[in-house]
């Protein structure tokens, strides 16, 4: 009896579920899963950073934000990360064969970057992938089924034709309406993923190469274009936003990639970032993966092994030269790697008849052991791995990143309540930030608690989100009193930068993160009295 690999895959898909939500309840969200809360706290068309496909996930998961903790808030890229592996799995058995695609599943929980990065932390990743394999898959069934199974699967034969007999003609007909409806379903597919991040755009470009090299007839299919058309009109809210807010997306971001000076340390980076992002073993079974596969060209479709590769070659390329001049982050080209994924996958498939091969159990169980080594050090380790000067303690180490902040929460919070009974600070008084990081996880773990606003008192390319947030909330009125937080690993001198702004900077309030017994982190909370004139509108977008 053959091996049920699609039983097997929805068991991978569970345990890997289960396992990152345990892990999820257990770690804080880091830096940047904060920030994107400010998305859901803020409906928009979209923001400085990002599209808002994030936001509305988190809006989402968390049923409209009335159950925010931080296994709601992971919970889109969990799911995600399921609808990636089985949409990888239907792809490796359509170019190859049922166990080509368990494989190529395997590999894909097994990548940091699709597993982990994107399918469990809640970034703009996180929607992106669904939509990204989606978009693969409808092309496939584009360009390489004939027998139109997938239309039959969504759509009975029976509803389409009334009589048993199926005609030579019908069945045309047929064929050519599943082509129709998959042009419309990639052009959706394609549009949802550019809402989530704009390098989805990707995605037409590697598929317009390949139908240049290989399928040129399919430029003469107006639904080719009606895909397209219906993308642009995903795009609507993104650009849309930009018009009305001068395109500063744009020119925020061209200012990090314009760098004319060659950086083979950033190259070098980029390069090593990715290796790890992969997983160093995921990412050298990869290589062989691409290898075989062209070398032995006559033992597959040759146009398959053509068109993966155009769907990750040019934008990997584009990558590696914006890496050359500027500081690039190695989960921008994370997608591109997921078509090699899928040539692994049949080079396993020709190779090895194990359920799990050996090397896919050691790449799984060293992404096991940094989930669970990482959760143990970020809730019990008696130091940090960081700066162990004073001025910066804790400065670069991870594991500061996703802890520590629930528990500050509570304690500031309480702290706060003394202070409004003593009459040292006037009212609920505002926490007033001047970067989006600490801000971020301010807002999320400690002004909840606290029944705060946060509000941005800085520049704009510092705040980013919050100052827009800005606009919604109060602004600091002349003789109004703040509250400021500076963590040590992210230094702040607050003297010189509020000085100006404040009567008064009191000395701040230590409050120590423990770790077993041990401190690893401080918290300085600097009570600021009197707000001088309203100077927050200059953080402001007139």
């Excluded at 699709?114 to 409808?138: E, R, V």
């Excluded at 607050?494 to 000085?499: I, L, S």
């Excluded at 690893?520 to 009570?527: A, G, K």
Aim: contains cysteine; positive net charge; aromatic residues 14%.
């Amino acid at each position: 009896m053959g091996i049920n690999y699609q039983k097997r895959l929805i068991y991978l898909i569970v345990f890997a579920s289960i396992f990152k939500i345990i892990i999820s309840a257990f770690v804080e969200l880091g830096n940047d899963e904060v920030y994107y809360y400010t998305y859901a706290l803020r409906p928009d068309w979209s923001y400085f950073d990002h599209p808002p496909m994030v936001g509305l996930l988190i809006r989402l998961t968390t049923l409209n934000l009335n159950w925010i903790n931080d296994v709601s808030m992971r919970l889109g890229a969990i799911i995600g990360c399921g609808i990636s592996s089985y949409f990888i799995f239907l792809l490796g058995k359509k170019l190859h064969s049922e166990k080509a695609g368990w494989y190529a599943a395997l590999l894909y929980n097994c990548s940091v970057y699709t597993g982990i990065i994107a399918g469990m932390f809640i970034l703009p990743d996180s929607p992106q992938m669904p939509f990204w394999t989606a978009s693969l898959y409808f092309m496939s069934c584009i360009l390489f089924d004939d027998d139109s199974s997938l239309f039959r699967r969504l759509v009975p034969e029976k509803s389409l034709n009334n009589s048993n007999d199926c005609h030579v003609g019908q069945e045309s007909n047929f064929a050519m309406t599943n082509k129709k409806i998959l042009f419309l379903l990639l052009g959706l597919t394609i549009g949802l993923a550019t809402l989530s991040k704009v390098h989805a755009l990707f995605l037409w470009a590697g598929f317009g190469l390949f139908i240049l090299l290989e399928k040129r007839k399919l430029f003469t299919n107006p639904f080719l274009y009606l895909g397209g058309l219906i993308t642009i009109v995903c795009l609507f809210p993104i650009i849309y936003w930009n018009i009305e807010n001068k395109f500063i997306t744009y020119t925020f971001h061209s200012e990090r990639v314009t760098h004319h000076t060659i950086q083979f340390d950033a190259f070098l980076q980029e390069i090593i970032g990715e290796l790890l992002y992969q997983n160093p073993i995921v990412y050298i079974l990869l290589i062989i993966g691409i290898v075989f596969c062209i070398k032995h060209k006559e033992k597959f479709s040759f146009n398959k092994t053509t068109w993966l590769l155009c769907m990750s070659i040019p934008m990997l390329l584009v990558f590696w030269v914006v890496a050359l001049f500027n500081p690039t982050l190695p989960h921008w080209s994370g997608p591109a790697f997921i078509p090699f994924m899928l040539l692994t996958g049949i080079y396993l498939s020709e190779k090895t008849n194990r359920i799990v091969p050996t090397s896919l159990k050691f790449a799984g169980s060293l992404v096991i052991v940094i989930l669970i080594g990482g959760t143990l050090l970020a809730n019990f380790a008696p130091f940090n791995l960081g700066s162990k000067e004073e001025k910066n303690y804790g400065e670069y180490c991870p594991t500061l990143d996703i802890s520590g902040w629930k528990n500050f929460g509570k304690q500031y919070a309480a702290l706060v309540e003394e202070d409004l009974h003593a009459g040292l600070m006037r009212g609920r008084t505002p926490i007033v930030v001047a970067k989006w990081f600490p801000a971020a996880h301010i807002e999320m773990y400690v002004a909840r608690q606290s029944h705060q606003q946060v509000i941005g008192l800085g520049k704009l390319e510092d705040l980013h989100e919050f100052a827009w947030l800005n606009k919604e909330r109060r602004t600091l009125q002349q003789g109004d009193d703040a509250y400021c937080i500076v963590p040590s690993n992210l230094p702040f001198n607050v003297q010189e930068n509020y000085g100006n702004m404040f009567s008064a900077i009191q000395k701040p309030v230590i409050i120590n993160q423990m770790r077993s017994g041990k401190a690893v982190r401080y918290f300085y909370v600097y009570r600021l009295k009197g707000f001088k004139s309203n100077t927050t509108k200059d953080s402001l977008l007139n």
